[in-house]
């Protein structure tokens, strides 16, 4: 259709007669419409034209030909691509319009061919037409897709061999059967073999259970003993990816799940192999596909995708590893030995990361292996930051060559490597059974830093371990859900109330009590009944200290520690920001942080800035209304690090 011709044809007037029955239930209808044919160049055309029953003012008109129509809406005569669905349907529900007069009627059945009304007969035509049309643009996606897929070779012949023994080698079981007191008959599905166990003194055989692990006294690899009456329907699952070249020049990492099933014919277990996503590397970019519904039309097959990598681990196919990654920029990746001693691991996550952090191929070289595959595997509240651009192991990880023998010696992961450096910031070297022992209790690291500044790592653990075994502590009100993070919260909490209030930390009678939670709460009465008294004192205690490190004067400032605790009160309220709140104070008694003052050298009792210093750093400077520093302040600042930091 010509638009620019049918854009020139004159807008139909309303019907001056509605000739239809539908007239006297008009209060449920919002439009009518009114059709006429017409010869437009060499086409017939069946022009329909909308008025809505209040004005009777024409709003849109519908061009209908055999293979297309068009909208246009009035009176701006602007032109449309929305169906009469969109238009009146959708919003005002099946009672949308009606025919005006039965010649319009006729007009729209008889061009439609149709044996039905005549608004449906043009929402039918309307809706073949976007199906043609959508087919038509699928089409041009999926002949894309194919394209993609066609560069994908075969798997390699021995790959369900493969899947079986590597990425299932968990599945593997032992079914027997007692036939009498003595004799036990048994089958392995990893061997195939039969066998007879016999019960006597000396078989270590006679006090198998159901899923007691053990290994197969045949192939002698590991397994899980099944009770045939007891195991019906066993299912494992596991994930599988390999690596394959395509005809482009870059490589296709294919990803599966796998199932094994066993049934009560658990001889003939069934394996299913389904491939899930498809994601091709080049030097350019990264396409993911996955083989899902596309486009919600019911149809299975490899759709384009969004690539998420996968936070899941996969086993990798290794026997053309290093054939695959030859010619590209993945070849001295290091990944093929992180397969070869990570069973599972995060393969996109890797990938990604060496591209951009190439220093962990050096890391897999140093033999960190659980390290490295844990600190790619996506879960970032796992993960250690490290300084890529170091030039040796102790920039890039910031350990010592002791701490580095120790994570390669246990082949440690990111929660061994920042357990070893939290500890050996305060000087504190683990054993690597201490250091296992703590992960196992899983305390919250923090907690066990602070706990370590009074008590020595075995017997932290000891105590620990023995309240627990006792069943001596029951408190579970903290949010850390772990019975022994939250007793090194109280823990903690109470040895610190007890250093403040001046008690012998020497004695074993303090450190450890032997009804902690009734002990600390007793503490804690004492220390808030002093708590003021207490504060008042540390605080006064560090002024002399504070004042040899880090006491300034230059030009018209000075830089001076608080004298008491009334004087950070008084300077936070008259600046009106928060450094006069308890915390910051408890937390200055406590030597979690420094509070300075910036004063004038002409009123050096005045308040004017005030500094906040944790390790050495200044987190903040802020002066009346919590403002920021001028450039007079940032002068002096500046001068003081360097003088003083």
Known sequence: MDKRKLNLLETEPPPAIIETAQMSDSEKYKYTFAAKKQIVGKEQILIVTFFPLKTMIAEFRVFFSKKNFATQRLPERKWSESTLKSLIS????????????????????????????????????????????????????????DAQM???GKLPANFDDWVNEVALDFSRYIYYKRQSKRLIVSFCTSCQKHMELCITKKNPHKNIRHNQKGKCPVCKKSVTFKAEGRATVLVDTAAAAIMQKTKTGGFVVRSFYVRKEYKRHYKNP??????????????????????????????????????????????LYMRNLRQVLATTEWKY???????????????????????????YEYLLKLRLYRFVADNISGRNWNYAELNF????????????????????????????????????????????????????????RIRLVELLGYITPQKIIGYITHQLEQNLFKEKKYSFQNPATDMAILWSD?????????????????????????????????????????LDK???????????????????????????????????????????????????????????????????????????????????????????MTAEVKKFVTQWKKKKL
């Open 90 to 145: 959708y919003w005002h529900g099946s009672k949308a319009a009606f025919c005006a007069n039965k010649r319009s009627e006729n007009s729209i059945i008889g061009f439609f061919k149709a044996d039905c009304p005549a608004y449906e007969a043009m929402e039918h035509f309307q809706q073949e037409i976007r199906q043609k049309q959508l087919k038509a643009r699928h089409k041009i996606e999926t002949d894309k897709i």
């Open 150 to 152: 066609k560069l994908v």
């Open 270 to 315: 069934t394996l299913s192999i389904r491939e899930l996503v498809r994601d091709f590397y080049n030097s350019l970019e990264l396409v993911s596909y996955e083989y899902t519904d596309f486009k919600q039309t019911n149809q299975k097959r490899w759709c384009r995708a969004r690539p998420v990598f996968n936070l899941d681990t996969a086993c």
């Open 333 to 359: 990746s290091g990944i093929y030995e992180l397969a070869r001693n990570i069973d599972k691991f995060n393969i996109h996550g890797y990938l990604v990361a060496y591209k951009n952090y190439p220093a």
């Open 389 to 444: 651009n170091g030039k040796n192991f102790q920039e890039v990880l910031g350990i010592s060559r002791q701490q580095l023998q120790q994570l390669q010696r246990i082949n440690g992961t990111v929660r061994h490597f920042k357990l070893i450096k939290s500890v050996g910031d305060i000087g504190i070297t683990l054993t690597d059974t201490q250091l296992e022992s703590f992960l196992r209790m899983n305390i919250d």
């Open 494 to 534: 109470y040895l610190k109330n007890c250093a403040l209030l001046g008690y012998d930390l020497k004695d074993s009678f303090i450190l450890y009590p032997r009804d902690l939670k009734k002990r600390h709460d007793e503490v804690m009465v004492i220390y808030k009944a002093k708590k003021t008294e207490l």
């Open 538 to 628: 540390a605080i006064a205690g560090l002024y002399e200290p504070l004042q040899s490190r880090y006491g300034f004067a230059w030009q018209k400032m000075l830089l001076r520690p608080p004298a008491s605790m009334d004087e950070i009160i008084a300077d936070g309220h008259a600046l009106h920001h928060c450094a006069g709140s308890g915390s910051y104070i408890e937390n200055m008694a406590a030597g979690k942080c420094r509070i300075l003052f910036v004063r004038r050298s002409d009123a050096p009792d005045a308040p004017f800035f005030t500094m906040e210093l944790r390790d050495e750093k200044v987190i903040q400077c802020r002066g009346n209304n919590n403002c920021s």
